[in-house]
């Protein structure tokens, strides 16, 4: 079945550390890939998504994502946590023409001082 | 631009009865989906609607229905509720294929 993973169920950095979160997604055809981000008792928004092309893609807030096929992966990548980026962060896949996302169970960043 | 607006924010319901939440869409937006995240968990997919047609389905239960209005918005039903219903309801609007999905803050169902 298509799904997408995302092993780490909750992360905490320091401050002004740098961040990766880890999201891997099924094989499928042409997966086009999205990173959210849900603050307590909020709707999802978008981080940033890949369609095609260079396979680093920069979004919103000093993210960046790298997608690897070879790996199934698309990463999502900060180089210095703020403690406003305390959040659930979500990877989602859309596969070929369905339209339909699927959602990763989530990451939960805790951010220290 | 408002964005994705959801009513109501907060419902409280009991076993058996039925609710009916609504999503207003991103204005220029033709096409509305439906997601369920329950507590701890990622949105699951429920239904789309585009030009007032079910256009896809997530694997949920006939007791979850919808509908598109001329206006592009939307309603959900859901008929007989249990407790595993209680969980956020999403809403997402969007124009064409695999476009940017705009989210609106949700409806919290709780279901007694």
């Known amino acids: 079945a298509q799904s997408v993973t995302q092993p780490d169920i909750h992360i905490t950095v320091s401050e002004g550390a740098s961040l990766e979160l880890r999201c891997n997604y099924s094989y499928g055809a042409t997966p086009y890939l999205f990173w959210y981000v849900q603050s307590p008792g909020q709707g999802l928004q978008l981080l940033l998504k890949?369609?095609?092309?260079?396979?680093l893609v920069q979004g919103i807030k000093g993210f960046e994502a790298e997608f690897k096929r070879s790996q199934s992966s698309f990463n999502l990548r900060k180089p210095s946590v703020h403690w406003s980026d305390a959040a659930e962060y979500f990877c989602a896949v859309v596969y070929g023409a369905t339209n339909k996302l699927i959602f990763g169970t989530g990451t939960l960043l805790a951010v220290q001082p | 631009d408002a964005g994705v607006t959801q009513s109501p924010t907060h419902l409280i319901k009991t076993r058996g009865q039925q609710v009916t939440l609504r999503c207003s869409p991103k204005?220029?937006?033709?096409?509305v989906s439906w997601y369920q995240q329950a507590l701890g968990q990622g949105p699951q997919f429920i239904f789309q609607?585009?030009?007032?047609?079910?256009?896809q389905r997530g694997n949920f239960p006939d007791r979850f229905s919808g509908h598109q209005f001329p206006n592009y918005s939307s309603e959900l039903n859901v008929n007989a509720l249990l407790l595993g219903d209680s969980a956020l309801y999403l809403c997402?609007?969007?124009?064409?294929?695999?476009?940017?999905?705009?989210f609106g803050p949700g409806t919290r169902l709780t279901v007694l």
């Open positions: 609607y585009y030009e007032e047609e079910e256009r």
């Open positions: 997402a609007s969007s124009t064409g294929h695999a476009n940017e999905q705009f």
């Open positions: 204005s220029g937006h033709d096409t």
């Open positions: 890949y369609f095609s092309g260079d396979t």
